[in-house]
């Protein structure tokens, strides 16, 4: 299968799921998809009442079998850091393709607050399908300079259909990513940070600002500490995987 039909497929998915909503629980479809991840993210379970909007792009992934290319998260944020720790997510939305991810930022505050799945990318803008948009799945149109747009994230659609020779998905759990310690900074550490503050393991003030420091270096090691790591404040290849949920 190539690439463009990867694509095709999960669009195809995910319009098979418009209209499902909270109202008359058509929309638990999605939790239920979502729950049948193995491992789940983070260890948690979707529950009625939840924001889902990250969790129904996850459950198209899972439902079409490539959960190793819509990486699964619930949380828009960290859902971000594990395509940013893959240099999969941008800013600009300058060649973006239908099955790519769309994220917004409503309070304008720099974090997502939102997601959705792109099923038609033309010259004035986007479609997206999103679930969790008032209650339901529904479509939007998007233009390309919307203020409210915080970036795109472009899974390796090509990897997955054996076009290219990208990095391993998750599946096979072989991803190589930089060793990183205290003096580390740029992209790979800002995915590293945002990683660690979804997870609940704050980096001190400045957040995930792609900066290495003695903050950053501490939630480093209680995040080791909790997974059974050896504390050493270094990310390395153990710590990586540990970190998304990438299985040795």
Request: with cysteine; proline share 4%.
């Amino acid at each position: 299968m190539t690439e463009s039909e990867l694509r095709l497929r999960i669009v195809r998915r995910a319009e098979s799921l418009l209209g499902l909503n909270e109202a008359d629980g058509g929309y638990l479809r999605v939790l239920e998809a979502y729950n049948s991840l193995s491992p789940l993210p983070r260890g948690y379970r979707m529950r009625d009442g939840d924001p889902w909007c990250a969790a129904f792009v996850s459950a198209v992934g899972q439902m079409e079998g490539l959960s190793a290319v819509l990486l699964p998260e619930c949380a828009c944020e960290a859902m971000i850091a594990l395509y940013r720790a893959r240099g999969q997510f941008h800013r600009d939305g300058g060649g973006v393709r239908p099955g790519d991810l769309v994220f917004y930022d409503w309070d304008g505050d720099g974090l997502a607050d939102h997601v959705g799945l792109m099923s038609e990318a033309g010259g004035a803008g986007f479609t997206v399908i999103e679930g969790n948009s008032s209650d339901a799945v529904r479509r939007r149109s998007v233009p390309k300079d919307w203020a409210y747009l915080a970036g795109f994230a472009c899974p390796d659609y090509a990897s997955a259909a054996g076009e290219s020779g990208g990095e391993e998905t998750p599946s096979g759990g072989a991803i190589t990513l930089p060793l990183l310690g205290f003096g580390s900074r740029g992209e790979s550490v800002r995915a590293m940070q945002g990683i660690l503050i979804a997870r609940g393991f704050g980096c001190g003030p400045d957040g995930a600002d792609g900066d290495f420091g003695a903050n950053t270096g501490a939630a480093l090691r209680r995040f080791q500490r909790d997974g059974g790591l050896a504390a050493d404040g270094l990310c390395g290849s153990g710590t990586w995987k540990k970190l998304l949920g990438v299985s040795a």
